[in-house]
């Protein structure tokens, strides 16, 4: 191997062993608790499909590279070499995980074999052996930062496109513009996605509440934190951050994308906003009296699909089903506890890397199929890009007879005039 | 066909969830030679600024956008 190469792996690794790290790599006592946590080992149980054989790809090399006895007799503590193999093995290991951390809730030391493989998806950064797609889908979102004049004009052209839907779903009073963008003190910075339903619906609901809003100009979505790219995040990231400080906005409210909202969220240091998931806009909304939801038919049965990255690792698990409370009768849960509710299985990028996963995504997300079925709902709601790909393509696969639907788009064909 | 520019290839990006459209393109562009023409109609307006950013990183060139009532077509020509 590279011995350039070699030492930049292992200044990656050295880079990212905080204590908590360390503490992740140091104490698991292999018990096997999380095996059965984890989606892909449930659906196909074999020993790779594992947390814990996942996280023992990055162990090995940590106790060779960085403990006493791994450096002196790696035989016994099963250590293992960086080689020209590693980057055919992290593969496997990385692109298997998901990021939901289910088995964190269920380790009895809450490893998170997530964080762990983030260890794994910077080695293979620095062994150019990344998805493709996957960085090149960061450097578009980055690209679209650095020439914002030139995007703006298409940006504007495109809503000009899907106005007339917006108003559609909601008539506006005599001058007000259906979809505001470079509002100044607004109280909300919209971020959508590079979609027209991610933006038609929310627009609507925004206007119904008689909010003071605008709509970024980016797109929320960040393949930097899929493709576990920190510098590319981060410039992701700021492209909002900078667009919401000139703009001198309150809140920034992430649309319906787990990724964006968790990085938002709780990745991005201080700011000086507010930031809110989509879903907790809407259920403040209905709270405060500022939308009116028509129910569904009381024969409408529907259930629940929580983001990983929304509900488990964001917290918002209560809103979503406040605001299904409001529009259906016939509400069935998933699991007893939202908390371990399964992964749709495909996260962590895996949907965008789209035809390259789907043989893996619909083999190792049986066990969420089978949750679906059993639910025996008309309508599967989801409040994730990523889920509600996944959440069609199993739905095809397993022939589930759901209806798969945004959350938001159903507040906004609810939305009482 | 579009004036005086003749695809070689066509794609049909419609109706695709985000960033399948981006994606599509990325491998479609890789099954023309290089200068030849590939012809990408989307649907969605999220397609208008993405793309531009798209050719921008992956070194090609959009010779021209059209808009046929709903559908937004791309002739892109692939330059490396
Ligand atoms: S549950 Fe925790 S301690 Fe047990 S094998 Fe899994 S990661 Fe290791
Ligand atoms: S984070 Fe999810 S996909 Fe990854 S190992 Fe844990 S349970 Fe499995």
């Known amino acids: 191997m590279d011995p350039k190469l070699h030492q930049e792996m292992l200044k990656a690794i050295s880079d990212k062993l905080t204590g908590v790290m360390q503490m992740y790599l140091d104490t698991c006592s292999r018990c096997g608790i999380c095996a059965s946590a984890c989606h892909v080992y449930a659906s196909v149980p074999e020993f790779e499909n594992t947390p814990v054989y996942r996280a023992e790809s990055i162990r090995k090399i940590y106790k060779k590279y960085f403990k006493l006895q791994g450096k002196l007799l790696p035989m016994i503590g099963e250590a293992v070499d960086i080689d020209d193999n590693t980057a055919d093995m992290l593969k496997k290991t990385a692109y298997s995980c998901t990021g939901c951390r289910r088995c964190m809730v269920y380790c009895p030391f809450g490893i998170d074999t997530q964080q762990i493989m983030s260890i794994a998806k910077l080695l293979l950064i620095k062994a150019e052996s990344e998805p493709e797609i996957l960085s090149m889908l960061a450097d578009v979102s980055i690209s679209k930062g650095d020439s914002l004049d030139s995007v703006k004009e298409n940006f504007l052209k495109g809503l000009k496109k899907i106005e007339a839907d917006v108003v559609e779903k909601w008539k506006l009073e005599a001058g007000k513009v259906a979809i505001p963008t470079e509002v100044e003190n607004a109280d909300i910075l919209y ?12 627009a609507a609901i925004f206007n119904a509440a008689g909010e003071n809003w605008t709509l970024s100009f980016f797109e929320a979505v960040n393949f930097g934190a899929f493709v576990g790219d920190p510098s590319k995040t981060k410039l992701i990231l700021d492209r909002i951050i900078n667009e919401a400080i000139r703009l001198k906005v309150k809140e920034v409210c992430i649309c319906e994308c787990g990724t964006a ?30 939308i009116k939801l028509k129910p569904l038919p009381a024969d409408v049965s529907v259930t629940y699909h929580d983001p990983c990255q929304i509900a488990r690792n964001g917290g918002v698990i209560d809103e979503p089903r406040y605001i299904i409370g409001q529009i259906a009768k016939d509400y069935r849960e998933m699991s007893p506890d939202p908390k371990t509710n ?9 949907v965008a890397l789209g035809d390259e996963t789907i043989d893996f995504r619909m083999k190792s997300s049986k066990v969420k199929a089978d949750q679906v079925k059993k639910s025996r709902a008309k309508i599967l709601i989801t ?25 938001s788009s159903m507040v906004a064909d609810a939305l009482i005039k | 066909m579009s004036d ?69 077509i791309f002739y892109i020509k692939r330059l490396k």
């Open chain 1, 383 to 407: 409040a994730c890009e990523n889920c509600h790909t996944q959440l069609d393509n199993l739905n095809e696969h397993y022939k589930l007879g759901v209806e798969v639907k945004f959350l």
């Open chain 2, 4 to 72: 005086s520019i003749k695809e070689d290839k066509t794609i049909d990006l419609k109706g695709l969830p985000c960033p399948m459209p981006v994606v599509k393109v990325n491998k479609g562009i890789k099954q023309v030679d290089v200068g030849q023409v590939l012809k990408a109609i989307a649907s969605d307006p999220g397609a208008l600024t993405d793309f531009p950013a798209w050719a921008k990183t992956s070194g090609n060139e959009i010779l021209k956008t059209d808009q046929e009532g709903d559908d937004i």
């Open chain 1, 191 to 202: 971020v959508a996605l590079a979609g027209a339903h991610s933006i038609v619906p929310a």
């Open chain 1, 342 to 350: 399964w992964c749709c299985g495909g996260g962590g990028g895996l």
């Open chain 1, 261 to 290: 909202y968790r990085v938002m969220a709780q990745l991005s240091g201080d700011k000086p906003f507010k930031v809110s998931s989509i879903t907790q806009v809407h259920a403040r909304y209905i709270r405060e009296g500022r």
